[in-house]
């Protein structure tokens, strides 16, 4: 549809020109295109331009209601306006229209319903969450970043931190209801797999020296630290992820809790939202044969890890008896080994790595050469007395594996202990009683518990989650909970990017709003949308932002 100008000839000969609204239809029979004149606005010598310019503005107010807006309110005259502020638009914006995706924001409201809140707790738990994703900092500090830093939509420029903490007790008085529904939400929405769930620990250590901890503190406690900080008290945090490496569930246990201990609390957690045929995926730190039974109630099953080098006699008969691999990958092979009959029948895949193979023995031989390296320089002499040197070394985490000590004090290289770890060498045994669960998938399956590794290492690199400084044992459980949710966020849109959330973080970023304040009101704008940011958003299915977010006339 255009506007055209045509000439015609009046009685006197003369030539006059006609303004005409035109639109051009495809004519089957003609073969061609033809144009069609909708409506004629006369001569162009005695036009009424402002016929034209109401068209016009109807027009822009259906498609662009903002900036209808904007001129209604008479607040786009620029000799009078102040440039009061920018603020990041990107990384908020995007992580609402995957909350709101994700039906997050009905979620929460319904669950609000019953409880009368004079604040909007729906959105002080998404800033929360999205402070997580982009700049994590404490509660106290979220009152300057949504003031300073970030723009978030729908909510006021101010918020206050006990209604931060109001927010938190009421996401952990709703988090059954809530971790259920948005189970239900995400997997119908994202149409995950549910039929193998990956489960494993970690631990987040508190500030806090264990001499001022109170009588009576349930949480915060000294046990196994996988932060490698075992002078400090601890929380232990439990992962469940799908196979596309979607967090569904988090949970927190006392610091002092131990890996074979969870495994029920885990299974009845999950066996309620009846997800029908699982398969729990674990490590081999829940390996217990009360786990194993427990896991295989109610028609449940599972893949687990052991140790290659157990003491137990079915896992030495195991990684002992031969037998031919069956490749299933390029660098993946496996084979089934079947231990026992009857009640002591135990079904066994052991899995061989042929990359990972490569990679242990060129460390395990650059060990050597450095140990060799370092025994040459003792010049150690039969006899004499060990040297703090010598006692080092054959202390040393690393190099103290393959030393052996002889009679006469001297140390050399452990040969024995080198051809024993040749053997294991990128291979890892897996355990299944079902055998429905083919080997190849058992190992593939396995092997997705690097999912969770990944999810542990997003919260403690990238939502600096640890230390955490909180006292109360609620408190505690409710940062955990909106850590969660930021990981669900990030981790739908990295699948459905192949981005890192870094790489994702960093370019929203640039997306930002201005705040220009007028005689008659004010607005905020939106910067220009970089070809980077627009691809992320095309890729994720998000429209680009408005280019005026909020427009505001002073009453």
């Not at 903490?165 to 929405?189: G, K, P, Q």
């Not at 039929?195 to 001499?211: A, G, M, Q, W």
């Not at 002499?381 to 040393?396: F, Q, T, V, Y």
């Amino acid at each position: 549809m255009y506007i055209r100008e045509t000439t015609g000839t009046l009685a006197d000969g003369s030539k006059v020109k006609y303004v005409q609204l035109c639109h051009n239809c495809w004519d089957s029979e003609a073969g061609y295109s033809k144009t069609r004149v909708i409506y004629s606005f006369g001569r162009k010598d005695k036009l009424d331009r402002e016929v034209l310019e109401r068209l016009v503005n109807s027009i822009q107010k259906y498609l662009y209601p903002e900036k209808a807006k904007l001129k209604k309110a008479d607040i786009g005259n620029t000799a009078e306006f102040v440039f009061q502020l920018a603020k990041r638009y990107g990384g908020t914006y995007t992580l609402d229209k995957l909350w709101k995706m994700l039906n997050l924001d009905s979620i929460i409201g319904k669950l609000l319903k019953e409880r009368d809140f004079e604040v909007d707790v729906e959105r002080l738990l998404f800033t929360m969450v999205a402070n997580r994703a982009l700049d994590p900092a404490s509660k106290l500090a979220v009152e300057d970043w949504v003031k300073d830093n970030v723009y978030i939509p729908g909510l006021d420029s101010e918020v206050k931190v006990h209604n931060l903490y109001r927010a938190m007790d009421f996401l952990l008085e709703a988090r059954e209801e809530l971790e259920e529904e948005i189970f239900h939400s995400v997997s119908h929405l994202l149409n995950l797999e549910v039929d193998l769930i990956y489960f494993d620990t970690t631990s987040t250590y508190f500030e806090v020296d264990p001499s001022d901890l109170q009588d009576g503190d349930e949480f915060r406690k000294l046990g196994y630290s996988k932060d490698k900080r075992p002078d400090l008290v601890q929380a232990v945090i439990g992962l469940a992820v799908t196979k596309e490496g979607i967090p569904i569930k988090a949970w927190v246990w006392p610091g002092n809790t131990s890996d074979m201990n969870v495994v029920q609390e885990v299974k009845d957690d999950l066996v309620g939202w009846k997800l029908g045929r699982v398969i729990s995926v674990m490590d081999r730190g829940f390996s217990s044969g009360e786990n194993k039974k427990y896991l295989q109630r109610a028609g449940g099953h599972y893949i687990m890890g052991e140790k290659l080098r157990s003491s137990k006699p079915e896992v030495k008969e195991a990684t002992s008896r031969p037998g031919r691999y069956k490749k299933i990958k390029d660098n993946l092979r496996v084979k089934e080994v079947v231990v026992g009959d009857g009640p002591a029948r135990n079904r066994y895949i052991l899995a061989h790595n042929t990359k990972e193979a490569k990679r242990e023995k060129e460390k395990r031989e650059q060990i050597i050469s450095e140990l060799k390296e370092r025994l040459d320089s003792l010049r150690q002499l039969e006899g004499e007395a060990h040297s703090k040197e010598m006692c080092k070394l054959r202390s040393h985490k690393v190099y103290g594996r393959y030393l052996r000590q002889l009679k006469d004090g001297r140390l050399k290289i452990h040969k024995m202990k080198i051809r024993e770890d040749k053997k294991y060498d990128g291979k890892y045994l897996i355990q299944t009683p079902d055998d429905m669960i083919k080997p190849a998938d058992a190992a593939l399956g396995y092997k997705q518990l690097v999912d969770i590794e990944d999810a542990f290492r997003t919260l403690k690199q990238d939502f600096s989650i640890r230390p955490v400084y909180y006292r109360l044992k609620k408190r505690i459980k409710s940062h955990i909970l909106l850590n969660w949710l930021a990981l669900l966020l990030i981790r739908i849109a990295e699948n459905e990017t192949d981005m890192t959330w870094r790489k994702m973080r960093h370019e929203l970023n640039q997306i930002q709003v201005g705040k220009f304040i007028f005689n008659s009101g004010q607005v905020y704008q939106t910067t220009d949308i970089s070809n980077e940011c627009s691809d992320i958003l095309d890729m994720l299915g998000i429209e680009k932002p408005p280019q005026f977010p909020e427009i505001n006339e002073n009453s």
